[in-house]
Structures are given as C-alpha cells and as structure tokens.
T-cell receptor, first 113, second 113 residues
Framework: EAQVTQNPRYLITVTGKKLTVTCSQN?????MSWYRQDPGLGLRQIYY???????DKGDVPEGYKVSRKEKRNFPLILESPSPNQTSLYFC????????????FGNGTRLTVT | DAKTTQPNSMESNEEEPVHLPCNHS???????IHWYRQLPSQGPEYVIH???SNVNNRMASLAIAEDRKSSTLILHRATLRDAAVYYC??????????????FGQGTILTVHP
C-alpha cells in the first residue's frame, strides 16, 4: 500500500533532550516536506526537500534540522526541544512538480515539558 | 508567496450540494490550485487540483474562474463523512517554486443530518 509513515505517533519528552521524528515513503517520491499544526495557526511548513541531498527552509525552520540522505526517508530532528515546539507534526511527499498531489502521513503529536 | 483566502466556516445539510470558495487574487500563471481536507485526528487528504479548466473526480468538482483569481470546490451531495477542514493552496510550477507551500486556515465544514 502506498503510504507515508511517521514514527512515533505520540512522543512526550523534556526540554533539551534531542529527538528525531522519522518519515518514510514507499512511492519513490522526490519531494518531501514537514509541517507543524497548531490551534489557530493552521499548517505551517518547516522544511522541504526537492530530492536527495537538497533541502530548503519553509516558513518556520527555527529549532529544527532535517536531512535527506536517501530518497525514501526525511527525518525531522529537534536538537534541543523547547515547550514552544509542542505541536502536531505532519510529513508529506509527492512526485516532483506542481501537478502532483501531496500525500500526508498520519501525524506525530509531540509534547515537550 | 501566493496566498489564499477562505471563509472560516460553512454549514450544509446532508445530501445537499456544498460550494466551498477560495480566493487567490495573486495567483501566477503557472500556479496549480490544490484542495485538501483534514478529517479529525488525521493527516490532510488530497481532494482535487487543477490549473485552468474545471476538473471532476470521484470525490468532488473544482470550478476555476476564468481569470483564475478564485476557485470553488463542489461536493455534489454532502455526507456526514465530508465534515472536515478544507484547505485550498497554490503550488507553483515555475522552477522549484512548487516546494514552498503556504496553507491558510482552511474552511471548517459542518454537515447536519
């Protein structure tokens, strides 16, 4: 089944403890991206990647890192999480180009205390 | 970045048609208009997209204004399962502009039995 898989679905951590949220897709998509969703603020793009080894900042990249070493994986790294990064995170992927739909994962709910 | 404007909320009765509007007055000639919906506790789901001509698929229809400054997502017969937040976004086709995406607040659709 074609899908975008995020892990974990839920994560509770403490301030400053490095964490990684994984995202993997099995559709051979070149494009992948990360979003965070907060009440009243909608979906905001964190980072995106056009292809392997190519990443770029979205609207809210501060406090996050990403890497794209393989086509199928696009992990989101929080080196020193803070409470304001408590949010619902979504990963998405698509073929390269504007004429293709985005496929989203089911989300990761992160709580930083 | 091109932005979209949608009403905060709309209501409909079951089995009636629903017309969800989206304004995108700063759209460029190569921007594709995409619609996604998000059911409670799920990631956004692709609904439909188009460039200039009206589009139909099994889920919905997309009507695009002649000047492309607005579009309307049409659900022909709303069901309770269509209750969701609907997002209209623009995805640029020029160069790498399809990568950076801006989601608005979306429209919360309530469907009454």
């Amino acid at each position: 089944e074609a899908q975008v898989t995020q892990n974990p679905r839920y994560l509770i951590t403490v301030t400053g403890k490095k964490l990684t949220v994984t995202c993997s897709q099995n559709m051979n998509h070149e494009y992948m991206s990360w979003y965070r969703q907060d009440p009243g603020l909608g979906l905001r793009q964190i980072y995106y990647s056009m292809n392997v080894e190519v990443t770029d900042k979205g609207d809210v990249p501060e406090g996050y890192k990403v890497s794209r070493k393989e086509k199928r994986n696009f992990p989101l790294i929080l080196e020193s999480p803070s409470p304001n990064q408590t949010s619902l995170y979504f990963c998405a992927s698509s073929l390269q180009g504007a004429n293709y739909p985005l496929h989203f994962g089911n989300g990761t709910r992160l709580t930083v205390t | 970045d091109a932005k979209t404007t949608q009403p905060n909320s709309m209501e409909s009765n079951e089995e009636e048609p629903v017309h969800l509007p989206c304004n995108h007055s700063t759209i460029s000639g190569t921007d594709y208009i995409h619609w996604y919906r998000q059911l409670p506790s799920q990631g956004p789901e692709y609904v439909i997209h188009g460039l200039t001509s009206n589009v139909n698929n099994r889920m919905a229809s997309l009507a695009i204004a002649e000047d492309r400054k607005s579009s309307t997502l049409i659900l022909h017969r709303a069901t309770l399962r269509d209750a969701a937040v609907y997002y209209c976004i623009l995805r640029g086709a020029g160069g790498t502009s399809y990568g950076k995406l801006t989601f608005g607040q979306g429209t919360i659709l309530t469907v009454h039995p």
